[in-house]
C-alpha cells in the first residue's frame, strides 16, 4: 500500500491575529531618532518615532510581492517555474511603462553569484535575481479616493500598480532636482514647442536607510521592549513581532507640478513600496515591481506642506 504525504506552509495575508507579512504606515510631525539600549545599557539599533502622530494604518501585500519573495527564498526567476507572469512596471500595458525600457534590461543577464578573493569558493549558476535588487522606493497616487475625498477605495490581491500613480518631480517645475533622489522616469512626446518632459515616479528612502527591529508585542504602540541576543536564553513566552523599518518624505516640491499642470487639487490617497535593480548606464530602475499598497482617506496638501511617514513590514 501507497501512502502520500503532503506538507503546507503558509504565508497568509495578515489579518488582526499573528502571522503572515503586513505592512503599516505612520504620519507625524516632528520625526526623530531614537537609540535602542539592551539590560546592559547598550545600544543595539535605533527606530525612529514621531513627537505627534497623526496618522497610523496598516496596507496590504499583494499578489505580485509574495511571487517576489519565493523567487527571493528559492532562487526563482522572474516569471519563471510559476502559474501567472506579474510583469514589470517598465513596460507592462496597461502599467506604466516607467524606468529603463526592457529591450535595454541589463539585469536579465545576470545569470551567477560570484564571491570574489575566497579560496574554494565558487560562482552558483542559475540565479538570475541579484542581490542588487531590492526595495529601493515608493510611489504615490491620488485614485484611491472618491471626490470627497473621504471615502478611500480597499486595495485588492492582484494589484499590480496604484490605482493612479502621479510623479513627484516634473523636469519643468523650475527647482532643483537632487541627485539619486528620484527615479522611475517616464518621457511624454514633445510637446508643441518641442520640449520633451520627463516625470519622476518613485522616489528613494530617507535616512535613517531602512533597518530590522524585533520587539515583544505590547498592546500600547508607544511602548517598545527591545529584543536581543539574550532572548535565546529567556523564558519569557510574551511575542515576539519583527519588522523592517523605512523612513520616507515628501518635500514642499513634491506632486505640485503634476497637480498645476492638470489644475487640479494637490492630494494623494494611495503609497506603495517598489522592488528593482539599478542600471547605472541608465541612471534608472529596470524590472520595478509593486510591492505593497496602502490606501486612506485623501491628505490634502497646502502650499508648502511637507510630509513625514514611517513604514513597517512585519514578518508578524
Do not use: C
Not at 10 to 35: A, T
Amino acid at each position: 500500500m501507497s501512502r502520500k504525504i503532503i506538507f503546507r506552509d503558509k504565508i497568509k495575508s495578515h489579518d488582526k491575529s499573528l502571522g503572515g507579512l503586513k505592512g503599516e504606515i505612520i504620519f507625524g510631525k516632528g520625526r526623530k531618532r531614537i537609540p535602542m539600549y539592551n539590560k546592559n545599557g547598550i545600544i543595539v539599533g535605533y527606530k525612529s518615532e514621531f513627537e505627534e502622530v497623526i496618522d497610523r494604518d496598516e496596507n496590504i501585500i499583494p499578489i505580485g510581492a509574495y511571487q517576489y519573495i519565493f523567487n527571493k527564498l528559492f532562487n526563482i526567476g522572474f516569471d519563471q517555474e510559476t502559474t501567472l507572469r506579474v510583469g514589470d512596471l517598465n513596460d507592462e500595458a496597461p502599467l506604466m511603462k516607467i524606468g529603463v525600457p526592457r529591450a535595454e534590461y541589463k539585469s536579465i543577464h545576470y545569470n551567477a553569484e560570484m564571491s570574489t578573493g575566497v579560496a574554494g569558493l565558487n560562482p552558483m549558476p542559475g540565479i538570475n535575481i541579484s542581490a542588487n535588487h531590492f526595495i529601493f522606493g515608493f510611489m504615490v497616487g491620488d485614485g484611491a479616493s472618491k471626490e470627497d475625498n473621504v471615502t478611500s477605495i480597499a486595495p485588492n490581491y492582484k494589484d499590480r500598480v496604484l490605482f493612479r500613480p502621479i510623479p513627484f518631480r516634473m523636469s519643468n517645475d523650475n527647482h532643483p532636482l537632487p541627485e539619486g533622489k528620484y527615479f522611475g522616469k517616464a518621457v511624454s512626446a514633445p510637446n508643441n514647442n518641442g520640449e520633451k518632459i520627463t516625470s519622476y515616479y518613485i522616489k528613494r528612502f530617507d535616512d535613517p536607510k531602512p533597518h530590522i527591529i524585533h520587539s515583544y508585542v505590547s498592546d500600547n504602540p508607544n511602548e517598545l521592549q527591545i529584543v536581543d541576543d539574550s532572548v535565546f536564553f529567556s523564558t519569557s513566552s510574551t511575542p515576539i513581532e519583527s519588522y523592517i523599518e523605512i523612513n520616507f518624505s515628501l518635500t514642499e516640491y513634491d506632486l505640485r507640478n503634476y497637480f498645476t499642470s492638470t489644475d487640479s487639487t494637490p492630494r494623494l490617497n494611495e503609497i506603495g513600496l517598489v522592488s528593482g535593480w539599478y542600471n547605472p548606464a541608465k541612471n534608472d530602475f529596470e524590472q520595478i515591481r509593486l510591492f505593497s499598497h496602502y490606501t486612506r482617506p485623501s491628505i490634502v496638501l497646502a502650499e508648502n506642506d511637507t510630509l513625514e511617514g514611517i513604514y513597517r513590514v512585519y514578518a508578524r
